[in-house]
């Protein structure tokens, strides 16, 4: 007789967000169940087979810190590596990879299939069990029941799905799958404000049809960036080319011909789209004086025919999607192996959620992932892995982990959505943190690591090399802090060449890379001073700290002060009609919204320093 076993945590959905709040969750030694639609769609990517890019990378390698496993399957299926901006300051630096999706998938099963306190199930969820206003289970297609003190949920675009192509459409959660339409209507009847939202894919191509001699080739970068701190250039398989080619008047002429036929322009979608991912038929639109845009031809993986066209995601009729293919340069014979698509689908507004991520409405229930309404792989990752931790916190009795917006784009990522709420699907952008200089790629290591071996999500081996790696960096810090060179020490050519000035007065050999010109490659030329560390991360990190210290100690102590009106807590059963002087447009927007903090509060927009000044005021007056 077939009893389930009871369940610490339950997450439901085996995408981005699942697979790393399963995995978190088990790494805390609570014991887990992952239920998903399919076995073998664990670690699917809906679009593009990449991983990171500007904003992105960051919290990839955030959720790297935190032991999280995305970085490394991204190392293990990368076909095609580059470090975007590299000539900009390191802390818009991002690194981005395209991945054979079947490597990655198999990378993901792997890693879960390994993991202790995990185990996983093949099953659509249904329902949720309640008692009161709290989750102790889920119900699923066949009638089973499992139950769990937490409950993560993680269902990506498959609540109430629907996709286009042309004017034609039908249910699905994406291509190829079913949607959850039982859950869907399940959780409409609980009290959570569901909206739409949309996102599209372009059709993919046959490279066996495709000119590649007239395009133009685009190879990764070298030396190759490696994403997890763990990982390294032979985890990589064998590496691709991308090529470039652009439409043209012809192309957008087809575009605008198929208009009428587009669902978005003939108003048979509702759903907001992704504003920074456009379909090609809302840039022809929006861009009218535009007669060209760069398409990036990018491989599906070694051993696919499949290449993803970036750049022309749309939701025309398929006729139009194969001339509007077939008109730009290298592609004139190119043949659709799948049609683009859009795709419509419910999100919960992420205000109703603590900065825990637990539902306000349900409580032990958890959201992450495209259901907050983000999109984008590495934000799910990201969500997923903060849920899991906080459901384990939570079942412990333990205080929630809500990483603050100087810790980590994880910190931004959440507080955006809860302070601000979202109207059209969330990416992450470097431009979205006030502290940047602080949140780089390159020390996600740094800030996370020891909060993540603290939670019980770093493993020994990771610890070690992590504290390994901080020794490095101090001692050798210190060692260039021992070295003075004085004027007359350097050859004159040298100087120039090296320091591009003449040395006028003492100098420690750290305060040398201060200098724009000065890198730590370059300063270990210098006598005396040289090799050096041989670790490439060590010498980076050394490079940046003293390179920047000025400006990060400048962001630190902004920090300090912003964190004093942060900490200041609003009660939730504050009543803001109370509140003298406040204006009646920033009365209803704190009620809507209804921060936790003052800091929050004061990130609303409409809500002015002056408002925040009288909330500060009745708070001391009556709380
Ligand atoms: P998903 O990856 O969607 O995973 C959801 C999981 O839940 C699946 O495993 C599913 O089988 C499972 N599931 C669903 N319902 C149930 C149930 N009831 N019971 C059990 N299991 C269930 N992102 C971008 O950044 N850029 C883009 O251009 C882009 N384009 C996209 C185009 C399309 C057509 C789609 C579908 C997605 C696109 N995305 C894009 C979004 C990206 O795929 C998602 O942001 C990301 O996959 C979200 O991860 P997730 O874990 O939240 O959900």
Known sequence: MFHPKTYQVIVIGGGHAGTEAALAAARMGASTLLLTHNIDTLGAMSCNPAIGGIGK???????????????????????????????????????????????????????????????????AVDDLIMDGDRVTGVVTRMGLKFHAEAVVLTVGTFLGGRIHIGLENYEGGRAGDPPSNALSRRLRELPFPVERLKTGTPPRIDSRTVDFPVLEEQPGDEPRPVFSFMGSREDHPPQTSCYITCTNAQTHDIIRGGLSRSPMYAGVIE?????????????????????????????????????????????????????????????????????????????FNPRELRHSLETRHVENLFFAGQINGTTGYEEAAAQGLLAAVNAVLKIRGASP???????????????????????????????????????????????????????????????????QKQEAIAQEQQRLGSIIIRPGDLAVD???????????????????????????????????????????????????????????ERQKEEVERARQAESVALPEELDYGQVKGLSSEVREKLSRHRPQTLGQASRIPGVTPAATSLLLIHLKKHM
């Not at 496993?69 to 818009?92: C, E, Q, W, Y």
């Not at 890693?111 to 995990?118: C, F, K, S, T």
């Open 271 to 347: 759903g907001v789209g992704p504003r920074y991912c456009p379909s090609i038929e809302d840039k022809v639109v929006r861009f009218a004086d535009r007669d060209s845009h760069q398409i990036f031809i990018e491989p599906e993986g070694l051993t696919s025919n499949e290449l993803y066209p970036n750049g022309i995601s749309t939701s025309l009729p398929f006729d139009v999607q194969w001339e509007l293919v077939r008109s730009m340069a290298g592609f004139e014979n190119a043949r659709i192996t799948r049609p683009g698509y859009a795709i419509e689908y419910d999100f």
């Open 57 to 123: 990378g960051h919290l990839v390698k955030e959720v790297d810190a935190l032991g999280g496993l995305m970085a490394h399957a991204a190392d293990k299926a990368g076909i095609h590596f580059r470090t975007l901006n590299s000539r900009k300051g390191p802390a818009v630096r991002a690194t981005r990879c395209q991945a054979d999706r079947v490597l990655y998938k198999a990378v993901v099963r792997e890693v879960l299939e390994q993991q202790p306190n995990l185990d996983i199930f093949q099953q």
């Open 494 to 552: 040298m100087e120039q060449e090296i320091l591009g000035d003449t040395l006028r007065r003492e100098t420690r050999a750290t305060e040398l890379l201060t200098r724009p010109v000065v890198t730590y490659e370059t300063l270990m030329q210098l006598p005396g001073i040289g090799p050096g560390v041989a670790d490439e991360k060590v010498a980076e990190q050394v490079e940046i700290q003293a390179k920047y210290a000025g400006y990060i």
């Open 401 to 467: 982990w809500c990483p603050r917006r100087d810790e980590a784009y994880l910190g931004v990522l959440v507080d955006d959505l809860i302070t601000l709420g979202t109207r059209e699907p969330y990416r992450m952008f470097t431009s979205r943190a006030e502290h940047r200089l602080l949140l780089r790629e390159d020390n996600a290591d740094l800030r996370l690591t020891e909060k993540g071996r603290e939670l019980g999500l770093v493993d020994d081996a990771r610890w070690q090399a992590f504290c």
